[in-house]
């Protein structure tokens, strides 16, 4: 699979631009096309460290504009896409539930109709496309979603997202393109834009405001590194089969409340407070409508299949993270205050 023209879509945000580090990285005969439109969440800042590599390409535009998507694949002659591109934040899904119509279900039918058009002949072709457990809904105490429990999603994202996945899987079917799939959950790590708990706890842990708390905090998430899902998503790529989808999931369940007190004892340790500070600032807030009780993944399809399994202990990842955080400071500020990404857009104009 060398030489490849790989598009990934929604590279500039926080799971994406892992995924494009790797890809870069790791395969340097690879040519890689980051696609994203920069909203809030897309943060060019995040791939600093690998722009000026030879086979990396940044592209600014949007994935619900056909004509321009179209005459992109047209163009460069896309040989896989690798599509992560999204409004992702359940909280706002409920405030605008169109946006997440509009790229989540609107743009992967733009970009599924633009390979299906360019790839006449299908072999070496493959459309990859990223989505999360939140698909099957909510679990109470026990169980675990595999490959086949039933969607049953429950917030405007979920919901938009399953029917993404369903469109993938319906142009398998009735287009036989090739396509493959993976629901993961909750990611965590470096360069998570600071509206998801993780990042905003740690913001608001460093700047001494309120850590809010949905509800009493007892719903659970199966917390993932974001380096272990990219690893899964490099083996799904070039190793998963056509028409199948894989789980990917940490093993790593945590209750909201327990997961923000072992942050907070990590807060102290790295800012050399007094044991106990942190806690302080937990507050309980009005909890999320319709907010899902329990996500816990089975990814042993892909242990057992692909050999994937995840790589840190969660006390060991969220240390990694915090010390990111704390290091990048001026990263932290520039994608909360805008001014950064205002500049990138000037220099990135839609072509
Ligand atoms: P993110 O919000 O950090 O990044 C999304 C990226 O998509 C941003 O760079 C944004 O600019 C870009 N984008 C948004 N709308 C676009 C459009 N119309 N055209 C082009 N680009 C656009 O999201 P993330 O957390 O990195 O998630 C990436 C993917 O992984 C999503 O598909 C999400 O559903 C899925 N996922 C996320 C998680 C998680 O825990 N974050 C877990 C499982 C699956
Ligand atoms: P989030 O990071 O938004 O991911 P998701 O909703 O996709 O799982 O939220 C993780 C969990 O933390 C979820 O149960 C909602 C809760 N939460 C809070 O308690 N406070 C917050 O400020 C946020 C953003 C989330």
């Keep these: ?26 395969y340097p ?11 809030y969440a897309g943060n060019l800042a995040n791939l600093h460290d690998i722009e000026h590599l030879p086979n990396y390409q940044f592209i600014k535009g949007d994935i619900t504009d056909a004509e321009f998507i179209n005459n992109l694949f ?3 002659g896309f040989d896989a896409v690798i599509h992560l591109a999204a409004e992702s934040h359940v909280d706002r899904s409920i405030t605008n539930p169109l946006e997440f119509i509009m790229t989540n279900i609107v743009g992967t039918v733009t970009l599924l109709n633009a390979a299906k058009k360019l790839w006449t002949e299908k072999s070496g072709k493959r459309f990859y496309h990223i989505s999360t457990d939140e698909v099957y809904g909510s679990l109470g105490n026990t169980g675990f979603f595999t490959e086949t429990t039933p969607y049953d999603p429950r917030s405007p994202y979920s919901a938009s997202k ?15 393109l090739p396509v493959v799939l993976s629901n993961c959950s909750n990611n965590y790590g470096s360069h998570h834009f600071p509206e998801k708990l993780i990042p905003l706890a740690i913001n608001n842990i460093k700047n001494n405001k309120p850590v809010p708390v949905y509800g009493k905090g007892e719903n659970v998430r199966d917390w993932l590194y ?10 799904i790529f070039h190793k998963g089969k056509d028409g199948e989808k894989y789980n990917v999931g940490g093993n ?14 990590i807060m102290d340790k790295k800012l050399n407070r007094p044991d106990g500070t942190s ?8 909890d999320r409508p319709g907010h899902d009780m329990r996500y816990a993944i089975d990814s042993s399809k892909l242990q057992r299949e692909l050999g994937w399994k995840p790589s840190l202990q969660f006390e060991e990842g969220l240390e990694k993270t915090v010390d990111w955080y704390l290091a990048n400071e001026e990263w932290l500020t520039q994608v909360t205050s805008g001014a950064y ?6 220099q990135y104009e839609t072509r």
């Design 162 to 176: 399953a029917s993404s996945d369903h469109l993938v899987m319906a142009y398998f079917h009735t287009y036989h």
């Design 1 to 26: 699979m060398s030489e490849k023209k790989i598009l990934i879509t929604g590279g500039a945000g926080f799971i994406g631009s892992h995924v494009v580090r790797r890809f870069v990285t790791q």
């Design 29 to 39: 005969g690879y040519r890689i096309f980051n696609l994203d439109a920069l909203t």
């Design 252 to 265: 790593n369940e945590w209750k909201n409340i327990d997961l923000i007190h072992l942050l907070c004892k």
């Design 341 to 346: 990404k205002n500049y990138y857009r000037q």
């Design 279 to 286: 806690a302080k600032l937990i507050t309980f807030v009005t």
């Design 74 to 76: 047209n163009e460069y």
């Design 226 to 235: 974001v380096e272990d899902h990219a690893r899964a998503i490099d083996l």
